[in-house]
């Protein structure tokens, strides 16, 4: 088969090649030295390819001895003569190389035809002894097929009885029922190994079950004992169950801090609304002092024989007037530094309440691992098959409880926010208080100059009574000023203990959150 498929046209292509270049060049006459060359290389590959054809046929003759009578006989290739035509080229005829190339390719043709011939008888026999052999090897394995059918049918139906018993427990467990009875067998085969492990399997279900029940009714004291170091189910909820308890400790503790500190600033706003009453009680006072100021000052301006007497009520009037913004100025000190002390508290409050925003952002966290947890048990179970499917709903249990555990942990966050929110605009209002008492502090130093004023005037009224009528005009002068300054104070002192009221009522719904977030982690209990 090589010589036909392979040799025979290799060869008769390069006899082919040989007898076109060889003709050519005996024809003419001449020729390159490549061309002779060339002519050469082919003469020496028609000879070697003639040995492996000869080689071929010797082996296949070892092989199959039927073949000698017609191969011994075969047509050859005259490599020997294709040699010597090459190497004396100039010196044959072109049509003495022409027919001897001629009769080495037909020789070739004659060859492969005859070895075509050989190979289909061969492969004729061949094939008859493929199909006997085929016959013989059906029968066989019908019978043997025969035989392992019998025995199979023995051998299941004492392995499917028990199989269905372990299947139809398996079912149950898919379904999520643990109620069913154990399915332990005595044999000591594969089959009773697999329905003692159910039996393991079912137990540790409904003791993990009975674990997430527990935790669901917020019971984070309880132990989670994994049945190995590869329960990856068990080792999570443990894991899950430590972490909780821990963030819900901190949790706990900082809602505690947090209604410490509210606690603080509101008796802090009730003594800087007090404060401010005082203020304005006060300015009301000095407001109804400086209209008798102006009435007295009228009345002097009238009674020209009065004028002494007046003076001197006039300066004892606006000395007193001096001292109580005197005192008015320390108040409003007073106020200033209360104002820089609540907002102090209300940034140590703002930092408490960002501290429960990252124990709620851990939370979340652990929800979200918990989550991935319960999805790789959730896929194990898949790739368990029917086997697993108590386990995925196990999973799907857990994932449901780090949800609820994210819903919660978010309402603490929206909390934390509103807490936050508020004490913002307890700080902006603060701010704004602190702003106005700082402008009532200016006004009050601007009526202490005017109160100066009116009462170098009026000490300088007695050894000028010439002068008496135009002093007690400009002192009329200032005490409308004076008047006037004090309504603005008034104006600013009811402000500030609106602000402060506001402020007030702000600290009581923080209060009110931070007893609600106290209330809600009261619900967990943990280890003691």
């Known amino acids: 088969m090589k010589v036909v498929i392979f040799q025979g046209p290799e060869l008769s292509e390069l006899l082919a090649q040989a007898h076109g270049l060889g003709s050519g060049m005996a024809a003419s006459r001449k020729g390159s030295s490549e061309q002779f060359e060339r002519l050469n290389r082919l003469a020496i590959l028609v000879a070697f390819l003639q040995k492996q054809v000869d080689q071929s046929l010797s082996k296949a003759l070892q092989f199959n001895p039927a073949l000698r009578p017609q191969l011994e006989a075969r047509p050859r290739v005259n490599a020997s003569g294709v040699q010597e035509a090459a190497a004396r080229i100039f010196d044959t005829s072109a049509a003495d190389y022409f027919a001897a190339m001629t009769r080495n390719i037909n020789a070739i043709f004659d060859l492969a035809n005859q070895l075509t011939g050989s190979l289909n008888v061969l492969l004729n026999k061949r094939v008859e002894k493929f199909h006997r052999e085929v016959l013989y090897t059906l029968a066989s394995a019908g019978l043997g097929l025969l035989v392992v059918s019998v025995i199979g049918f023995f051998i299941m139906r004492d392995i499917t009885v028990p199989l269905r018993r372990v299947v139809g427990i398996a079912n149950q467990i898919a379904t999520g029922d643990l109620t069913l009875p154990a399915a332990s067998e005595s044999r000591k085969d594969e089959i009773g190994v697999l329905a003692r492990a159910f039996d393991r399997m079912v137990a540790a279900l409904k003791e993990m079950v009975s674990v997430a029940e527990r935790i669901a009714a917020g019971d984070l004291a309880v132990a989670v004992k994994p049945q190995s170091e590869r329960d990856v189910m068990g080792n999570s909820l443990a894991n899950m169950v430590e972490r909780l308890s821990t963030l819900v400790g901190e949790v706990h503790r900082s809602g505690i801090q947090v209604n410490t500190t509210v606690n603080e600033i509101a008796a802090t706003a009730k003594e800087q609304q007090a404060t401010a009453s005082e203020i304005a009680a006060t300015t009301t006072e000095i407001g109804a002092t400086s209209k008798e100021i102006s009435a007295t000052s009228k009345e002097l301006v009238r ?109 603490i966050a929206q909390i934390v926010k509103e807490i936050q929110s508020a004490v913002s605009a307890g700080v902006m209002g603060m701010d704004k208080f602190s702003e106005e008492v700082r402008r009532g502090m200016q006004e009050i130093q601007q009526v202490g100059g005017q109160l100066s004023e009116i009462i170098q005037q009026v000490q300088a009224l007695a050894p000028r009574c010439e002068a008496v009528n135009e002093g007690m005009q400009a002192h009329a002068t200032g005490a409308e000023q004076i008047t006037q300054a004090l309504a603005q104070l008034g104006q600013a002192a009811q402000q500030t203990v609106e602000s402060l009221r506001q402020s007030s009522q702000s600290i009581d719904g923080l209060n009110q959150v931070s007893t609600a977030l106290r209330s809600g982690v009261s619900r967990f209990k943990l280890v003691a």
């Open 303 to 411: 009674t020209m024989n009065e004028v002494s007497a007046v003076a001197e009520q006039s300066a004892t009037l606006a000395g007193s007037g001096h001292v109580g913004l005197t005192r008015m100025e320390e108040s409003m000190h007073h106020v200033m530094e209360a104002a820089g002390s609540i907002n102090a508290k209300l940034a140590v409050l703002n930092e408490k309440a960002s501290n429960i925003n990252q124990v709620v952002t851990t939370i979340t966290k652990v929800a979200d691992q918990t989550n991935l947890l319960s999805l790789n048990a959730a896929i194990e179970a898949e790739k368990a098959g029917e086997y697993g499917r108590g386990f995925a709903v196990v999973a799907t249990e857990i994932r449901r409880l780090a949800d609820q555990t994210a819903v919660a942990t978010y309402d």
